[in-house]
């Protein structure tokens, strides 16, 4: 069982930057791969980044690559999510996700979700 708490959203101007963190409880975070998948408005949630358990392997969606970089510290069990150069297209409430499968990207990929936090871009 893996607990997971996002943190660090919140409200910052276009072009602004934000550092989400994961924190996970469980002894055995280090074998999952991690995710951040975020949630707009009337929309569906789509995948955002990954990482893999090693945290030697990254990837991300076409929309934020560049721009976003996701890392993992596996002594601290927590895992980040570096935005940059925000768009108001961002705005979303982002959650992270623990999963057993390698460069997973699909909701059904992942076992355990956190409970999101919200990140609000102004033009």
């Known amino acids: 069982q893996v607990q997971l708490v996002e943190s660090g959203g919140g409200s910052v101007q276009a072009g602004g930057s934000l550092r989400l963190s994961c924190a996970a409880s469980?002894?055995?975070?280090?074998?999952?791969?991690m995710g951040w998948f975020r949630q707009a408005p009337g929309k569906e949630r789509e995948f955002v980044a990954g990482?893999?358990?090693?945290?030697?392997?990254?990837y991300y969606a076409h929309s934020v690559k560049g721009r976003f970089t996701i890392s993992r510290d596996n002594a601290k069990n927590t895992v980040y999510l570096q935005m940059n150069s925000l768009k108001p297209e961002d705005t979303a409430v982002y959650y992270c996700?623990?999963?057993?499968?390698?460069?997973?990207?699909?909701?059904?990929?992942?076992?355990?979700w956190g409970q999101g936090t919200q990140v609000t871009v102004s033009s």
């Open positions: 990482i893999s358990w090693r945290g030697d392997s990254t």
């Open positions: 996700a623990a999963g057993r499968f390698t460069m997973a990207t699909m909701e059904r990929e992942y076992d355990y």
């Open positions: 469980g002894r055995t975070f280090i074998s999952y791969t």
